[in-house]
């Protein structure tokens, strides 16, 4: 991550983005509602529900962007009306003014398209990237290498197992000599399938590099193979086909036809992308006559949160005509911004492609909501000394040691918060206010006894379950007992219980 290079901010109620272009967008800075106030736009200048793409990447980020663009669609009609009507537009909302500008003829005819939009609102095409693939695909017949009947699946873990075991008796049955063992094979093939688009190296050869290879090879070659005999797809399988298909001698008549279909494809979340997704979206749109809207975070892409790849995005970045950012973040006050300025403005880490921007508060004059705090930071750091922790024999921190000294420290510093002055919108601050993030429930865990230790109640929020605690072991003892009261053993572990209390002895 380096510092940012200016940007020019993007004005959802500017001149609409044309050709190819790239918004830069942190968190909390509307990108959902960036999409939404552009669909109302390009709709009310013609653009119509059938002729629009939106694609992001995940099942519950389309369904909220499907309600997001509804409700922009109907509140920007609904607010054309009562203009239409004498009413005084809301200047609040900027895109509801920009859409109110004009003759009465002009309004009335962008409150018509509007309608019609939310009438017809099923034809706008809002899906995930796999959800776009299957249905280009479902259209194209037998150019699109879809069998009729497909069962799509989460998971091929077992199928792999099966592939890798014919494979690896095949290779060294009779062999003189076994270069690697069958787990080492299933390492090699799950690497090999986890990412369908990446190049294997080296050459196939009979080294064991190469032999390697080979199996690598196999596996994908036999894996397809027999998930066409059994008709099933994984959801990558849908990627990997319509990027085939666009690359064939049929692929530019494909994109023809999308390019007639779709006006203008907005793609969120874009930082999330891995080059399959990249080359299909710009063989079909990235040549300019199709309006692309790519909208992402950068320095999420360096995660390579589900599958992502930065390069990609970095590639996608230099295609673009337009690169702009969205300046204002709608979720934090001006003091917390003003903290990871401080923290993050002059990172230079990695490539120069990703950067750190600089953003804005909604509302720059909002006060601290916490006051009264001994140290009323908005962001603070806290270190542990190494000399107060278990150490090494070269001087490094152990893990545990560390990890228990910052939970109890953690807990300390809760405590000196709720017995001071501090206020929270104008009430004391409560356990109830406070959250703590974690990177693993093995944590959450240790923070909530450190607290419980100076009797402050927590509450943990996550992926375990009341299942797996001792009051459940307690109850199943109980319940089984009286299932079968006959049963000395259940008897005994009933008695154990803390329903009963015996210690072991009585």
Request: aromatic letters at 6%; proline letters at 5%; a negative charge.
């Amino acid at each position: 991550m380096s510092t940012a290079i200016e940007q020019p901010p993007f004005d959802v109620c500017g001149p609409l983005p044309s050709g190819v272009t790239v918004l830069e967008a942190s968190a909390g800075t509307g990108k959902t509602f960036t999409i939404a106030g552009l669909t109302a736009r390009y709709v009310a200048e013609g653009v119509a529900p059938e002729q629009l793409l939106v694609m992001t990447f995940t099942r519950n980020a389309t369904a909220e962007l499907r309600d997001r663009v509804r409700e922009r669609l109907v509140s920007a009609e609904q607010g054309l009306d009562r203009v239409l009507a004498g009413e005084p537009v809301d200047e609040s909302d900027g895109v509801l003014a920009l859409l109110a500008t004009g003759s009465e003829d002009e309004i009335r005819t962008r409150r018509r398209r509007l309608a019609t939009a939310v009438a017809d609102f099923d034809a706008a095409t809002i899906v995930t990237t796999h959800g776009f693939c299957q249905e280009v695909l479902g259209g194209l017949g037998i150019a699109g290498d879809l069998e009729p009947g497909i069962e799509f699946v989460e998971d091929l873990g077992d199928l792999v197992e099966e592939v890798v075991d014919d494979l690896y008796v095949r290779a060294f049955y009779e062999a003189a000599e076994v270069l690697f063992s069958r787990d080492e094979a299933l390492k090699i093939a799950r690497e090999a399938v986890r990412n369908p688009d990446a190049p294997l190296e080296p050459e196939p050869d009979e080294t064991l590099p190469g032999r390697r290879r080979k199996l690598a090879d196999a596996v994908r070659t036999e894996l397809d193979q027999r998930k066409r005999r059994l008709g099933v797809l994984t959801y990558d399988d849908l990627l990997t086909r319509l990027d085939g298909a666009l690359a064939a001698d049929g692929g530019r008549l494909i994109v023809q036809r999308l390019r007639e279909r779709y006006r203008v494809v907005l793609v969120d979340e874009f930082q999330d992308t891995d080059p399959t997704q990249w080359r299909i979206v710009r063989r079909a749109f990235g040549d300019g006559s199709t309006t692309l809207v790519l909208i992402g975070d950068p320095k999420q892409a360096i995660y390579a949160f589900r599958g992502a790849d930065v390069y990609a995005y970095l590639e996608a970045k230099e295609t673009a005509g337009t690169q702009e950012t969205l300046e204002v973040n709608w979720r934090s006050d001006q003091p917390l911004l003003d903290a990871y300025d401080a923290l993050f403005g002059e990172a230079r880490l990695g490539h120069p492609g990703i950067v750190y921007r600089r953003v804005r508060a909604a509302d720059a004059n909002v006060a601290a909501r916490l006051t009264g705090a001994p140290e009323p930071r908005a962001l603070r750091l806290r270190m542990i000394d190494r000399r107060t922790v278990e150490t090494s024999s070269n001087g490094m921190a152990l893990v545990d040691s560390a990890r228990e000294a910052i939970a109890e420290d953690l807990a300390a510093d809760v405590v000196r918060l709720l017995d001071s002055a501090a206020r929270i919108e104008g009430r004391p601050v409560a356990p109830g206010d406070l959250a703590v993030l974690v990177r693993r429930n093995v944590d959450a865990e240790a923070v909530r006894d450190a607290l419980a230790e100076l009797d402050v109640p927590g509450v943990l929020a996550g992926a375990g379950t009341v299942f797996d605690t001792p009051a459940a072991a307690d109850w199943l003892a109980l319940l089984e007992a009286l299932e079968r009261p006959s049963s000395a053993s259940r008897a005994h572990a009933a008695a154990l219980t803390a329903f009963i209390g015996w210690p072991a002895q009585r």
